[in-house]
């Protein structure tokens, strides 16, 4: 069975410049997460999307980030303009509803903004 | 506030020997508490959880500990192997929240042959 996926691995861009992250998650996994950890800190949540629908977005940080997952599948993470504490590393998680105490990781994004 | 933190940020065990690491959380309502490893380059993978209603649960090579009344939670990996140098991190999931994972700061666990 395929893990959780995420797409780019590494992405580097220039501040100001807009980026879109990409994680397919299990198939079948109706919950959704997203995460980051920035340098040298803890793992935080962004937010949870149960199928297509946003669960809970209290962590995203502000409006320059957009989480969409039209369809229920896959998920996108964009964010636009990107600023320098941006930089991070993204991961998505994935699990069924009813187990959501196991959630199951993609490799994640190794974002960096110059 | 609702926080999850690790007590050491490494820790260097001799290969075949046990490991314990450990953790302190805050808040009081969590569901869940879970440990994970994560690998260089990877993404944290589940190990194993545990529910707020048990104090012990034990898993192959792992058993975690929960003291509620001190708020603590342990990881305990016996016969460590060179395979399980990684960085451990603890987290816990609030009661009513369907899976917002809180994690702790990490532990990285040095396997010394």
């Known amino acids: 069975e395929a893990g959780v996926t995420q797409f780019p691995s590494h992405s580097v861009i220039e501040k100001g410049q807009t980026v879109t992250l990409r994680c397919d998650p299990i198939s079948g996994h109706d919950n959704l997460y997203w995460y980051r950890r920035v340098m040298g800190k803890e793992i935080k949540f962004l937010l949870h999307?149960?199928?297509?629908?946003?669960?809970?977005e209290s962590g995203m940080p502000n409006n320059r980030f957009l989480a969409e997952r039209t369809g229920g599948t896959y998920s996108t993470l964009k964010v636009q303009p990107a600023e320098l504490e941006d930089s991070g590393v993204y991961f998505c998680?994935?699990?069924?509803?009813?187990?959501?105490?196991?959630?199951?990781f993609g490799p994640g994004t190794r974002l960096t903004v110059l | 506030g609702e926080s999850v933190g690790l007590h050491l940020p490494t820790l260097s065990v001799q290969e075949g020997d046990n490991s314990i690491i450990n953790c302190a959380y805050s808040n009081s309502a969590s569901d869940y508490f879970i440990w994970y490893k994560q690998e260089s380059g990877k993404g944290p993978q589940f190990i194993i959880d545990i529910r707020s209603n048990m104090d012990k649960r034990q898993g192959q090579r792992v058993t975690v500990l929960l003291n509620k009344t001190v708020k603590h939670l342990s990881l305990q990996i016996a016969a460590t192997q060179p395979g399980d140098s990684a960085v451990y991190f603890c987290a816990e999931i609030v009661s009513g929240n369907t899976g917002k994972l809180i994690f702790g700061q990490g532990t990285t666990l040095q396997v010394k042959p």
């Open positions: 999307f149960v199928k297509e629908s946003k669960q809970d």
């Open positions: 998680a994935s699990s069924t509803l009813s187990s959501y105490n196991e959630q199951f």
